[in-house]
């Protein structure tokens, strides 16, 4: 029986995903910081300094919203650029895209990929997904950046979400609009421990023969949409993220071979904006052991 791994299991060991605070223009129900820890002091310099000591050589910049910080991250990335190898910015496109474009340009081309997160391919139901303080059309700055030299970098990341985007005929038309915008890179992704908002692409779409994500891989990409030539990914959830999905007799197999094989966890892949480094996300619901 053979096994494939995902992100999970910590094949991204060189990988240091770095929170930029955690202010953010957008209220998801499913947001995944809803249980991390508080907002910490912002210091640019010793998260420079923490990135260059920890040795990793692939960075993940996320937040909350990290482009709400514009000046903060262009200095940080100016900072790594030369001691690191790959730079990934996470953002939902803020409207200070618009009032800093110039900068924007300029941290984009040092930055390896550009993820961006869109909740529907309609402007105010986008807005409603994202409880948006400050609502306007991601859309259209979306667009723009398609037009750029940037669009080679960017991968838009679209989430299943029920009431929104939760049945074929939308994701269908989706796939179609950002081919038709210039996308050359789409991720699915089904949500992770947010059960009553979950939605599974399996069920829409019976023709894609896969396993199970836990043990046969939770991401890849997928050719069943006539859509060109714009890649598209499927990120699955599997028994541990998802309360509805079951284990399969090869996750179970997989579980006891992880347990036999238990690797020493990863260390210092963390780094929140304080500059410290961490294990791991901290959750705020999760208790300390005393010392």
Known sequence: MKLKINSCDGIYDNSLDVRFGRQCDN?????IERNGIAAKKLDVNKMIQSTKESGKTSVLILGGEPLLLMDKVKKYVDGIKDSVK??????????????????FVDICHNLTGLNVSLQHYDTELNNKVYNSA??????????????????????????????????????????KLLSEW?????????LQNS?????????????????????HGCQYDINIFNCGDMRVTLKESCFLTEQSQ????????????????????????????DGKLEGGWINENVKKPNN
């Open 27 to 31: 209220n998801c129900a499913f947001c």
């Open 86 to 103: 790959e730079i990934f910015l996470t953002t939902s496109l803020p409207k200070t895209i618009y009032e800093n474009w110039d900068t």
């Open 134 to 175: 400050v609502p306007f059309d991601r859309i259209e700055l979306l667009k723009k950046i398609l037009q750029t030299d940037i669009a080679t970098k960017v991968r838009v990341s679209i989430n299943l979400v029920k009431n929104y985007i939760d049945n074929r005929q939308d994701i269908c038309e989706c796939v």
């Open 182 to 190: 210039g996308c050359k890179w789409l991720k699915i992704n089904e």
């Open 195 to 215: 059960t009553d908002l979950y939605v599974s692409f399996k069920k829409l779409f019976p023709e894609l023969k896969h396993k199970s994500p836990y043990s």
């Open 246 to 273: 079951t284990a399969t007799f090869s996750d179970m197999c997989k579980v006891i071979i992880k347990k036999l094989k238990r690797k020493k966890p990863s260390h210092n892949n963390v780094l929140y904006e």
